[in-house]
Antibody, heavy 122, light 107 residues
Framework: EVKLVESGGAVVPPGGSLRLTCAASGFTFGDYTMYWVRQVPGKGLEWVSLITSDALSSFYEDSVKGRFTISRDNNKDSLFLQMSSLRTDDTAIYFC???????????????WGQGTLVTVSS | DVQMTQSPSSLSASVGERVTITCRASQNINTRLNWYQQRPGKAPRLLIHGASTLHSGVPSRFSGRGSGTDFTLTISSLQPEDLATYYCQQTYRMPLIFGGGTKVEIK
């Protein structure tokens, strides 16, 4: 059974930093592109970042470029999102998700974790 | 960026009724369009990819059609468990953009 479990969400002041982790199980983690998507409670979905299976390529939504860094440890089946210079508009539930397709990036997110809440507030 | 516009933003329908949700892209995206379901308090779930391919385990009452700029998600016979918000997502190019969502309520 595919399982994605996010952790690391917290209340952090503006300008602060936070590292989110997504622990994966039930599939060959190193074969899949992985994603972070966020959602302000009660609002819509916003793609944040993706990293290819081999970690050689990563992409970011414009508002987080230069502030967020996505990474992965294929030996530990884990995905990370390092967030810095946090702003109040980064407040959201952060979901990790895996790609449907093995070994290439199809942009189809077939399994999602339950999310972790990041609150940026003084 | 490819913008995605969903309509309606919400709808209310009776059990057994046919429901159609529309998604329009700001440019031609061929069939690079997915649909997701998000039940209250839950993570999103992939329903349809490639505009019309039903994802594994998704009930056959869900179907998707369209290409180019105009797409539809249809629930042929609404069930109580279909209470959810539905999102389209373009996969044509980065950044990956989701539609604003359609909240489906049961009368």
């Amino acid at each position: 059974e595919v399982k994605l479990v996010e952790s690391g969400g917290a209340v952090v002041p503006p300008g602060g930093s936070l590292r989110l982790t997504c622990a994966a199980s039930g599939f060959t983690f190193g074969d899949y592109t992985m994603y972070w998507v966020r959602q302000v409670p009660g609002k819509g979905l916003e793609w944040v970042s993706l990293i290819t299976s081999d970690a050689l390529s990563s992409f970011y939504e414009d508002s987080v470029k230069g502030r967020f860094t996505i990474s992965r440890d294929n030996n530990k089946d884990s995905l990370f999102l390092q967030m810095s210079s946090l702003r109040t508009d980064d407040t959201a539930i952060y979901f990790c998700a895996k790609d449907l397709s093995r070994a290439y990036t199809g942009y189809d997110l077939d399994y999602w974790g339950q999310g972790t809440l990041v609150t940026v507030s003084s | 960026d490819v913008q995605m516009t969903q309509s309606p933003s919400s709808l209310s329908a009776s059990v057994g009724e046919r429901v159609t949700i529309t998604c329009r892209a700001s440019q031609n995206i061929n069939t690079r369009l997915n649909w997701y379901q998000q039940r209250p308090g839950k993570a999103p779930r992939l329903l349809i990819h490639g505009a019309s391919t039903l994802h594994s385990g998704v009930p056959s009452r869900f179907s998707g059609r369209g290409s180019g700029t105009d797409f539809t998600l249809t629930i042929s016979s609404l069930q109580p468990e279909d209470l959810a918000t539905y999102y389209c997502q373009q996969t044509y190019r980065m950044p990956l953009i989701f539609g604003g969502g359609t909240k489906v309520e049961i009368k």
